[in-house]
């Protein structure tokens, strides 16, 4: 068998509401994304960041000259959280980007038929 070969025919009609539902899909998790970022932001202005500091540290080795300034950091868990939500909102966008260009070329193609293979059928068609 040569399944990596094989092509199914399918109209642009189909494959432009195809890359129309698609576009749809990844503005809603664009959304979702950015809705999380704002949350995440929240979180580390109300309680992200932490001060390594104790009082008995500054008592104890301040006159014995192995005092350490106290160093403030945000919470790893919150950086990595806002990293993900900037990734993911990218992704989306970029998505949303070559939905829209196929949107485009589809709509001005009417009835013609065109081969999708596999992958082409994932990319307009798959969950």
């Known amino acids: 068998m040569n ?14 509401e195809a890359a129309t539902n698609k576009k749809a899909f ?11 970022r704002k949350e995440v932001e929240a ?25 350490r300034e106290p160093q403030v ?3 790893n868990d ?9 990734t ?3 992704e989306h966008q970029l998505k949303i980007r070559d939905y829209d260009a196929w949107i485009q070329v589809l709509a001005s193609q009417g009835q013609a038929t065109f081969p999708l293979n ?3 059928w994932l990319f307009f068609f798959g969950k």
């Open 26 to 36: 990844h503005e809603g998790r664009l959304q979702w994304w950015a809705d999380k």
């Open 43 to 67: 979180k580390i202005r109300s309680e992200g960041i932490e001060i390594d500091d104790t009082l008995a540290d500054v008592v104890s080795n301040k006159f014995s000259g192995g005092y």
């Open 3 to 16: 399944r990596d070969k094989w092509t199914f025919p399918y109209t642009a009609d189909k494959l432009l």
């Open 88 to 90: 993911k909102a990218r």
């Open 118 to 120: 596999q992958d082409d």
């Open 78 to 86: 919150l950086v990595k959280d806002l990293e993900e939500c900037v």
């Open 73 to 75: 950091q945000i919470r």
